[in-house]
């Protein structure tokens, strides 16, 4: 997995694509990148809808083509590694604006799971709150603790505009 928020494009290539000895100042040797070491496995992108149109056209091109440039190489690489990706950006409202490349949304598009915010389904919260308190009783080495309906009932009349993230914090 690799969290694109906040990249620029030359990391975004960098990380994904890799670069040969020379590429800028400071690259003394090569590096692959994310696609190559994914290679016949899957590469998760997070938060791919904050990807700019540079990043966009690079990444279609390996969806496409199955190839790649790393950074400073004239002869593309190859890789069969899987694109996979989540935003919580509103892809078709980018693309329709012109903000998300049509053809990549398309591309991305062929297997999509579109998941409702925590506040549309409130039926979750008792699963992941016990998901939850299991994973932060491991991290904090203690005894999973009891948490009853009655601690948890309020959260039901919570917006959760930070959707599953704000209610694991």
Known sequence: PVNLAGLDDNMVSD????????AFTGAMGSRGGLVESAAEGTLFLDEIGDLSHNAQVKLLRFIQEREFYPLGSDSPSHSDARIGGATNADLEHKRDK???RKDLFYRLSTHRVELPPLRERLDDLPL??????KQAAVDMGVETPEVSQVDWMPLFSHPFDGNVRELKA
């Open 128 to 133: 992941l709150i016990d998901v939850f308190a």
């Open 98 to 100: 012109g903000e998300f």
């Open 15 to 22: 990380t994904l694509f890799g670069h040969r000895s020379g």
